[in-house]
């Protein structure tokens, strides 16, 4: 499979990570909501590798959606965590949401560019074992910088 330059080309990090008791907050912005939710995807994969050792190589697309905003978030970090967990075990770099709908219905499709995860050549971090709804907060105010926040079990 071969990829364009701006499909190799990956976003600026505009994400951290925050101590939680045994756990750990992921912080992500943007100047729309849906690049924070980007962030935030991106975020969870490189609480788990470092990000710079994931060459893109192949593309998946995932699909979420849920009844609010936060439901949609998690739902959407979900299908991320599951395409890592489930063989070829899909470690990504770059995230592209395709269709973010948050009017009537909240619906994300997304494409995620990266490798297989491999011992070796990707650095073990942390294993993510779920996403929680524990102090999901979202700042979504007109005119100011979108944030996400969402609590993950480590």
């Known amino acids: ?7 190799l080309e990956l ?3 505009k ?19 849906k690049e924070a939710f980007e ?9 788990m590798t470092e990000l710079e050792s994931i060459e893109i190589k192949q593309c998946e697309e995932i699909e979420a959606t849920g009844d609010d905003l936060e439901g949609l ?6 299908e991320l965590l599951f395409l890592f967990s489930c063989d070829p075990f899909l470690i990504c770099s770059k995230l592209v949401i395709t269709q973010f709908e948050t009017g009537e219905e909240f619906r994300i ?7 297989e995860f491999q011992i070796g050549k990707h650095p073990q971090g942390t294993e993510v074992k779920a996403i929680t709804y524990s102090a999901m907060h979202i700042v979504n105010e007109p005119d100011k910088r979108k944030e996400l926040f969402v609590i993950i079990d480590i």
């Open 11 to 13: 976003a600026p990090k």
């Open 109 to 115: 499709k997304c494409k995620c560019y990266g490798e």
């Open 15 to 33: 994400y951290e990570y925050l101590d939680h008791t045994a756990d750990v907050q992921l912080h992500s912005w943007g100047d729309t909501l």
């Open 39 to 47: 962030q935030c995807g991106i975020s969870m994969f490189g609480y």
């Open 73 to 78: 978030l998690f739902h959407f970090l979900d």
């Open 1 to 7: 499979m071969s990829f364009t330059a701006e499909e």
